[in-house]
C-alpha cells in the first residue's frame, strides 16, 4: 500500500517509518523542518515538507502522493518543559488536532483514501465508573477549564474521524508513551526523565490517578495493524497493567536511580500546576486494550511497565 504519515518525523512517526517500509508499504511521510527529510528518507520513507495548518499545503501533498491511507501522527509536544514552552505547544498541539485534522480529512476525501488513521489519546476517559475504560467510554464531557481546550481537541478528532462516511475512520485512544524517542526514556534529553530524575514530577494529592503506558514500539506496532486491517471506530492501546501514579511513579524514579517523587498537596498543587494536572493526578482513569488484541491480533511486547522501565527506555 502507498500510506502517508502525517508527523511522520515524530516520536511514533519515525517507529511507523520503519515499521510499515519492513512490511513493503510505499510512504510518503511529512515533517515541519527540512533538516529531517535526509534522516527520513534514510529510514525509506519519501519525505515532504508540509504546513499542516496551511490547507493547500496539505492539499498539494496528499494530491501528489496519492495515498491509501493516511496516518495523523501531528502533534507538537516535543521540546522544552518550561511553563511558556509547554502552553505554547499544547496550544500548537490543539490547532494540529482541530484545523490539522479538517485538512487532512478534505485531502484524503478529494484522493479517494480508503482508511484513515488518528492519533487520539486515554488521558481524558470520562471521570465517572471503575478504574479502567473500554472503547464505549466517552471523553471527559465537563473537563476542568484549564483543560478544556486540549480536551475538546481531542473530542474534535474523535467525531471528525469516526464519523466520515467515505473512509473507514479510525482512532487510536494510546496510553502514555515512553521508551526510545519520547519524554520518558534514558536519553539524556529526555524531559520527563530529567523532570523525576530532577524531583520535579511529584505525585499530587492522593495520587490515585489511574494511568495506562504503552511502550513507544509497541504502540507502533499497533499502528501498523490498524492501517492494514483495521475497521472504523475506535481502539484502545496500552499495556495490561494499568496503575495508579503513586504506584508506577515511585517504581520508575527507582529504575532511574532517582530519588523517591515528592509529594504535594493537591490544594498546594493548584495555583501552581492548574486544576487539570491534578485531576490527571488524582481521577484519571486506565483503559483496557482487550479489544484490539481481540480483533486484531496485536500483542504488547511490554505486557507491563514493570518490564517495560527496566528493559525498553533505552
Known amino acids: 500500500m502507498r500510506i502517508f504519515i502525517a508527523g511522520a518525523s515524530g516520536a511514533i512517526g519515525t517507529h511507523l517509518v520503519i515499521r510499515l517500509v519492513a512490511r513493503g508499504h510505499q510512504v510518503v511521510g511529512t515533517t515541519r523542518s527540512r533538516a529531517k527529510t535526509g534522516p527520513l528518507r534514510a529510514l525509506g520513507a519519501e519525505p515532504v515538507v508540509v504546513d499542516a495548518l496551511d490547507p493547500d499545503s496539505v492539499a498539494d501533498a496528499v494530491a501528489k502522493a496519492a495515498p491509501e491511507v493516511i496516518v495523523h501522527q501531528l502533534t507538537a509536544l516535543g521540546g522544552p518543559s518550561g511553563l511558556r514552552q509547554v502552553k505554547r505547544m499544547a496550544a500548537a498541539t490543539n490547532r494540529l488536532r482541530t484545523e490539522g485534522t479538517d485538512h487532512l480529512l478534505a485531502a484524503a476525501r478529494a484522493v479517494g483514501v480508503g482508511r484513515f488513521v488518528a492519533q487520539g ?20 464531557p465537563h473537563p476542568p477549564a484549564d483543560a478544556a481546550e486540549a480536551v475538546a481537541a481531542l473530542r474534535h478528532v474523535e467525531d471528525a474521524v469516526t464519523g466520515i462516511t467515505w473512509a473507514d475512520g479510525i482512532v487510536l485512544r494510546y496510553g502514555s508513551f515512553y521508551g526510545p524517542g519520547t519524554g520518558l526514556s534514558a536519553a539524556p534529553d529526555a524531559v520527563m526523565t530529567e523532570q523525576i530524575r530532577k524531583r520535579r514530577f511529584p505525585i499530587i494529592g492522593s495520587g490515585d490517578g489511574v494511568w495506562s503506558l504503552v511502550h513507544i514500539a509497541d504502540a507502533a506496532a499497533a499502528t501498523v495493524t490498524a492501517v492494514e486491517q483495521g475497521e472504523a471506530g475506535i481502539y484502545h492501546v ?12 515511585p517504581y520508575l524514579a527507582r529504575m532511574l536511580g532517582a530519588e523517591p517523587p515528592r509529594r504535594v498537596p493537591a490544594w498546594l498543587a493548584r495555583p501552581l500546576a492548574g486544576e487539570g494536572a491534578v485531576d490527571m493526578m488524582t481521577r484519571a482513569r486506565g483503559i483496557s486494550s482487550e479489544k484490539i488484541k481481540r480483533e486484531l491480533g496485536w500483542t504488547p511486547q511490554h505486557p507491563s511497565w514493570r518490564t517495560g522501565f527496566v528493559n525498553g527506555l533505552s
Not at 489519546?121 to 473500554?134: Q, S, Y
Not at 496500552?238 to 511513579?249: E, G, I, N, T, Y
Open 121 to 140: 489519546n486515554a488521558f481524558w476517559m470520562e471521570r465517572t465508573g471503575g478504574p479502567v475504560a473500554d472503547e464505549n467510554g466517552r471523553i471527559e
Open 238 to 249: 496500552a499495556d495490561d497493567d494499568p496503575a495508579p501514579v503513586r504506584v508506577w511513579l
